[in-house]
């Protein structure tokens, strides 16, 4: 199993919304990322985990608020996002954090009204 | 800190032309890494380079890794209306995360 699993596929939500969003991989990578990727930009790195432990944070907003429970799951909690936020966000898995290739999930395409 | 710059954002070519696109890096690099997104898609990994000089062909794409490892290529021989998609460098400086290029969009006419 090569794949990155990101749910939903598409999201619409007000600006007082709560929702999350999910990443799953089983390919036993240690290294996971959250990327937001604007139309006709590339992907721009928001945060990482290794070894289920954040690592980085691209200083991000704090109404994105990541959450790795285990060692196959990435989650993204939104809360109260402005229509600026709406991109398309990306999971990426890679097997540690450092020179490897990174394997992309096919994205969340939110829209915040 | 670290930018890739990479050109050009554009191309559109004939099916059969040749394309190439251009990745120049204002440190000098670990590794660099190519990937392509179809239009609606999301990025994959083409190919990894490390070494100094490293050139590595995947049948019709030939990737290049410059002398000072600050810059690199991707040339598509005979581009086939499959080969449309966004294509990125990303680099890796030092321990830093990975620098993605702007991106090079290629169209190609049937």
């Known amino acids: 199993d090569t794949e990155v699993t990101q749910t939903p596929k598409h999201l619409v939500m007000g600006m007082t919304n709560k929702k999350s969003l999910k990443c799953e991989q089983h390919?036993?990578?240690?290294?996971m990322y959250w990327y937001k990727q604007k139309a006709k930009k590339p992907p721009e790195l928001m945060f990482v985990?290794?070894?289920?432990?954040?690592?980085i944070n691209e200083s991000v907003p704090s109404r994105f608020s990541p959450e790795c429970p285990n060692s196959s799951l990435l989650n993204l909690h939104l809360h109260a996002l402005q229509p600026e936020d709406s991109a398309l966000y990306l999971c990426?898995?890679?097997?540690?954090?450092?020179?490897?290739?990174?394997?992309f999930g096919s994205g969340t395409q939110l829209s915040v009204l | 800190g670290q930018q890739v710059m990479q050109i050009p954002q554009y191309q559109h070519v004939q099916e059969g032309e040749d394309f190439t696109t251009y990745c120049n890096s204002s440190?000098?690099?670990?590794?660099i890494q190519w990937y392509k997104q179809r239009p609606g898609g999301h990025p994959v990994f083409l190919i990894q380079?490390?070494?100094?000089?490293e050139v590595k062909k995947q049948k019709r794409l030939t990737f290049q890794f410059g002398e000072a490892k600050k810059n690199s290529s991707l040339h598509i021989t005979a581009t086939q209306t499959t080969d449309v998609g966004t294509y990125f460098c990303?680099?890796?400086?030092?321990?830093?995360?990975?620098?993605f290029g702007k991106g090079t969009r290629l169209s190609v006419i049937a």
């Open positions: 990303a680099g890796h400086s030092g321990n830093t995360p990975l620098v």
């Open positions: 390919m036993g990578h240690r290294a």
């Open positions: 380079l490390v070494k100094s000089g």
């Open positions: 985990y290794s070894y289920e432990k954040l690592s």
């Open positions: 440190t000098t690099l670990s590794n």
């Open positions: 990426a898995s890679s097997q540690v954090y450092g020179l490897e290739k990174l394997f």
